[in-house]
């Protein structure tokens, strides 16, 4: 009795969650299928849901039109190498506030998490002036370096927090049988710590990808990724929405993807290790 | 037990990060906190370097100055208060022995990794044209007249597009929190006939309470912030122009370096009250 009302629940709560779920993912379910719709099509009103002619013609659009390539590889240089960077920078600065701890490592860790916290717009014109007078606006070697900046407390802490976890003892047993400071980094420490650098990469090329504010403000033609790309598209100009839908699909496609291998380290990455 | 050696060795690790953050923190800001105090307008080829507080004065008692702190004040307040209780809902309905749980909570995440630009360009044109919109569509379907969101309510339109993008980051750091609770309190809660409106009144809440105070500060940090979704949607008009926006339009677009630099001050003045208590929240979280 009590088991059949216990499966009747579980098929409500089922229904009410992919409800939920089908609701909250539905605007880029409706992205995704636009883009493979006629541009008539997408203004048909009532829309079809499915059955209408699938075509691929916005892609080869997108792509001919704006150069959809140039703007995808902008992003991937300015995500990958701002990230790139910044675990190098922090792998060191991390390992040694977790193995080395001295009396100011927790203030460190906090006052660089207070960067973080300094509002981009606060900063935006003098950044914007060292540019135009290093000639750098509009670069995508500034953007990494911009990128790496305002990532790098994050990265820093999330490395500190999963280097954290790797027993001392280990250390101490591998010196004990003799390790020397080189192989004990080779051989005990590097294999632990992989995990954590990896989704530490992992978190912070998808905040790279999806950084809205310095990409927009301080490119324009040459190094614009696909944050200014897509907004390039806020004024609509003839039949536009299949292209638009085309055009966001490819921008959120690979960070989707990425994202559903990432959700622990975000929970992680983002409360700073406070929430685990 | 760290030896001298190992100590300086860790010294010199630490120097490259520090450093940079240093330079990254303290160089631009000083040059706001610079040009704040000087007339300074670029195109008109204006430069006095010394006004004293006038770009304050004149910032804070423009009408523009009071209706940003308005709009930023309204926008944070309505999307805390959506992300929170509906994430609330969504990750104690996670938490239930469902089918398929793995899947639902990836469609419930996705939107947190759809970028601003996008995100808000598909609201606009995808949900909330007046004309194609697939909420158009639904209002004819119903009968009712189609609504441009956009420009009939702005403010809200915005809000709930930022609350798209922030309630998966909401549901997952608050069902990360629930499933780290002790299911034997809650059995022998029910076991004593405690309700479940009582079970989460006094035992789940209870446990979330930090998790939630951490979700609000973060997302504060972050919402006051908002860009991208203002830059791509009314560009500030209609009364969505925030503190954050405001800034940019004074600084980039009128190009009054000085005035906006002001209005930059102000706007780290009041993000850094909010991260103070977001600090000590954390730093609790330290020493465990």
Known sequence: ?276 | MATKASTSAARLMMAPAVTLLLGWMLVPLTMTLYFSFADYRPLRGVFEPWIGFDNYARFTSSGSFWDAIWATLIMVGAILAITVTLGILLALLLDKPIFGQGVVRILVIAPFFVMPTVSALVWKNMMMDPVNGVLSHVFRFFGATPFDWLTQAPLTSIILIVSWQWLPFATLILLTAIQSLDGEQLEAAEMDGAPPLKRFWFIILPHLARAITIVILIQTIFLLGIFAEIFVTTQGSFGTRTLTYLVFQRVLESQNVGLGSAGGIIAVILANIVAIFLMRAVGKNLDA
Do not use: H
């Open chain 1, 1 to 276: 009795m009590a088991r059949a009302a216990s499966t009747r629940s579980r098929i409500g709560w089922t229904a009410l969650a992919w409800g939920i779920g089908f609701l909250m993912f539905f605007p880029i379910l409706w992205t995704v299928l636009t883009s493979f719709k006629t541009e008539a099509e997408a203004i048909a009103a009532p829309p079809s849901f499915l059955f209408f002619d699938w075509t691929l013609e916005n892609y080869g659009i997108v792509q001919e039109r704006s150069d959809y390539m140039r703007y995808l590889w902008n992003s991937v240089i300015i995500a990958g190498g701002s990230t790139l960077l910044g675990i190098i920078v922090a792998v060191p600065a991390a390992w040694a506030m977790a193995f080395v701890p001295g009396r100011f490592t927790k203030d460190i860790l906090m006052w660089m998490l207070s960067t973080k916290m300094l509002p981009a717009v606060g900063v935006l014109y003098p950044i914007y002036l060292i540019c135009i007078q290093l000639g750098v606006l509009d670069n995508r070697a500034a953007l990494i370096i911009i990128l790496m900046l305002i990532n790098l407390p994050i990265i820093v802490w999330m490395l500190y927090t999963y280097f954290k976890e790797i027993p001392g003892e280990i250390l101490e047993a591998a010196r004990m049988d003799g390790a020397t400071l080189k192989s004990e980094i080779l051989y005990v420490l590097t294999p632990m710590a992989i995990p954590g650098i990896a989704s530490t990469v992992l978190l912070n090329f998808i905040l790279a990808w999806n950084e809205a504010f310095w990409t927009l403000n301080l490119t324009s033609v040459d190094a614009a990724p696909l944050t200014a790309f897509i907004a390039s598209y806020s004024s609509p100009e003839g039949l536009f929405f299949a292209k638009l839908s085309a055009a966001s699909t490819m921008a959120i496609a690979p960070i989707l993807i990425l994202g559903w291998f990432s959700q622990k380290q975000l929970v992680r990455g983002l409360t700073f290790g406070a929430v685990k």
